[in-house]
């Protein structure tokens, strides 16, 4: 009758401890749900800041070649003037 008893309080521990793991793996499967949709929206987040690094140093790149392109119309500008200038004297 004993050991009836004590294999009954061994099942009895066992199933209590089967149930407390059973709640701790609920537990991590949503903590590791939570963990894995804020990873995805962190790499969408990254995603847009690479985005818009690529997209600040084309900017920058495209404003160096208008700057450029300003440059070399005054340049033109201002060798046509120095041009018209030598013209008058030579004649």
Do not use: C, F, P, W
Request: hydrophobic share 40%.
């Amino acid at each position: 009758m004993q050991e009836l008893e004590l294999l009954n309080k061994k099942l009895n521990t066992l199933l209590q401890k089967y149930t407390a793991l059973q709640a701790e793996n609920k537990h991590l499967k949503t903590t590791l749900a939570q963990q894995t949709k804020s990873m995805e929206a962190l790499n969408g987040r990254l995603a847009g800041l690479e985005q818009n690094m690529v997209a600040t140093r084309i900017g920058k790149d495209v404003l160096k070649d208008d700057e450029k392109d300003a440059m070399k119309k005054q340049l033109d500008t201002v060798i046509g003037e120095i041009d018209k200038i030598l013209a008058t004297l030579n004649d």
